[in-house]
């Protein structure tokens, strides 16, 4: 229940109206438990209105076993969350329980936040995606999101998702991307705190905000190369980040 309620306060602040990063019951949010339970939205609860009681939980190890089963599909994902809607009063769990999972499975990540905010969505469902991840425009960027986020082509959402997110974490495990970009969908934010994935999904948004604004002044300019590598191994940056980390930061503000 703890897990619960501290996810029902991710999903309030994730989901306000004047942010503008996941209406009605767009988006989700987890957590995972030391004992290796996941937390997550239940289907159709809406972010903005999320209260304790409209989360669902589910061992990891059953969604990760679903995931890498080469022979399922969709009417074993449906079983496996119907039998889950059992054991929680008839509450299910939306499909992307599957991506948090694959995410949750990341050393380190305890929390992820699921949104579609509509600066970052409208670089997604446009020409040129990869605006988000070819390069680093400030140096908050790099200590927010590091140098590597994961952009990955539209994929129907659900296990087929999951298991392509799976595949392509496993080529990077040694650089874990701290956000990740669904093409035509959205975004995800990794976090060892909630405070951590709402810094991850505000950055996200910022960036997004002045690709946009760059775009329109007649193009993007990216940082050197050399000087996103220092920034992102600089001692004193490498303490901002863990401070920013820690549970009971101040969380951003952002309209």
């Known amino acids: 229940m703890a897990a619960a309620v501290r996810l029902a306060e991710l999903a309030l602040e994730l989901g306000r109206v004047d942010r503008d990063?996941?209406?009605?019951?767009?988006?989700?949010?987890?957590?995972?438990?030391?004992?290796?339970?996941?937390?997550?939205?239940?289907?159709?609860?809406?972010?903005?209105?999320a209260s304790p009681d409209g989360f669902v939980e589910v061992a990891l190890a059953?969604?990760?076993?679903?995931?890498?089963?080469?022979?399922?599909?969709d009417a074993e994902v449906a079983a496996t969350f119907d039998a889950i809607a059992l054991r929680s009063g008839g509450s299910r769990p939306s499909v992307e329980a599957l991506l948090h999972g694959v995410c949750?499975?990341?050393?380190?990540?305890?929390?992820?936040?699921?949104?579609h905010p509509t600066?970052?969505?409208?670089?997604?469902?446009?020409?040129?995606?990869?605006?988000?991840?070819?390069?680093a425009l400030f140096p908050d960027q790099i200590v927010v999101l590091g140098t590597r986020p994961l952009l990955v082509p539209y994929v129907d959402p659900g296990l087929r998702l999951a298991q392509e997110v799976r595949r392509l974490l496993a080529e990077r495990a040694d650089d874990p991307p701290r956000a990740i970009y669904l093409?035509?969908?959205?975004?995800?934010a990794l976090g060892a705190t909630a405070d951590e994935v709402l810094?991850?999904?505000?950055?996200?948004v910022k960036v997004a905000r002045v690709l946009l604004g760059a775009q329109s002044a007649g193009g993007v300019t990216y940082m050197d190369a050399a000087e996103v590598a220092r920034i992102?191994?600089?001692?004193?940056?490498?303490?901002?980040?863990?401070?920013?980390?820690?549970?009971?930061?101040?969380r951003p503000v952002v309209a």
Do not use: Y
């Open 104 to 115: 949750l499975d990341l050393p380190g990540i305890s929390v992820v936040g699921h949104t």
């Open 183 to 188: 093409q035509n969908h959205g975004m995800f």
């Open 199 to 204: 810094q991850i999904t505000a950055m996200a």
């Open 62 to 73: 059953e969604l990760l076993a679903l995931i890498d089963d080469p022979k399922a599909g």
């Open 21 to 49: 990063w996941a209406i009605l019951a767009e988006g989700n949010c987890s957590m995972l438990s030391a004992d290796g339970r996941v937390t997550v939205k239940a289907s159709g609860v809406e972010m903005g209105r």
């Open 119 to 135: 600066p970052v969505n409208a670089i997604l469902c446009s020409t040129r995606p990869t605006l988000l991840t070819q390069g």
């Open 232 to 250: 992102d191994t600089r001692p004193d940056e490498l303490l901002r980040r863990a401070a920013l980390a820690r549970p009971g930061h101040p």
